[in-house]
């Protein structure tokens, strides 16, 4: 089904090379990115089983999903003083301070949650690009290995908002990016399946080893 987008902004005066019919853009021209308020405005931050979900880069999974269990809160009244930190459905939280370049995408059960300083949030403007298309882009190895080469050096590596910005993104025409989008999403479908298929001949492996120990 087609995505509904309200009219594309015009581009005169941006930065904007077109590389074999694709348009090449710096990441701030098509995403607004936030770093994470400073650690003493999370000072309120705890195990609490109430309160807003605050996503650190630790919670962030290998597999680019946020580990509920791991979660720590704030109280209301401490995160309603955060409000321009909240989190949107499709908002992609990148990892800006330690392991950099993971991310994962918010998904309706993250929605007005929060992240910390080490996180950057990167909200995009899907009149130009597709957030899933985005998060698969920066989710490259390509783009993760530039991420990390752009990175400012020190005992813990980072990157700040304007490197981030720095970044080119290259953008085909919305439709283009609709079929990549779709094309991904079936890939992680068979992905899913095949894991599911193999962790059950696993279980079935070892149940049958088990079973030839017991009778030999």
């Known amino acids: 089904m087609p995505v509904h987008r309200a009219p594309v902004p015009r581009t005169e005066g941006r930065q904007v090379k077109v590389v074999n019919g694709n348009e090449r853009i710096a990441l701030r021209e098509l995403a607004q990115i936030t770093p994470g308020p400073s650690g003493s405005l999370l000072d309120g931050l705890g195990d609490a089983s109430d309160g807003v979900p605050v996503v650190t880069p630790s919670d962030i999974t290998n597999g680019s999903e946020v580990d509920a269990r791991t979660l720590r809160r704030l109280p209301d009244n401490d995160a309603n003083r955060l409000a321009r930190f909240t ?6 939280i990148m990892v800006r ?11 309706p ?3 007005g949650a929060l992240y910390n300083s080490s996180c950057a949030r ?13 998060f698969a882009y920066l989710s490259s190895s390509a783009v993760q290995e530039e991420i990390l080469q752009r990175a400012l050096q020190g005992t813990v590596p980072s990157i700040n908002a304007a490197l981030l910005g720095d970044l ?22 068979l992905t899913l399946v095949h894991r599911a298929t193999a962790d059950r001949l696993d279980i079935l492996k ?4 088990d079973d030839l120990l017991r009778k030999a």
Request: proline residues 7%.
């Open 87 to 92: 989190l949107r459905q499709d908002d992609i």
């Open 97 to 107: 301070q330690g392991s950099l370049g993971r991310l994962t995408m918010v998904g």
């Open 109 to 111: 059960e993250l929605a």
């Open 122 to 134: 990167v909200r995009s403007d899907d009149r130009r690009v597709l957030p899933q298309y985005l």
């Open 168 to 189: 080119p993104v290259i953008v085909p025409p919305l439709e283009t990016q609709e079929q990549v989008v779709a094309v991904i999403a079936d890939v992680d479908e």
């Open 206 to 209: 070892q149940a049958l080893l």
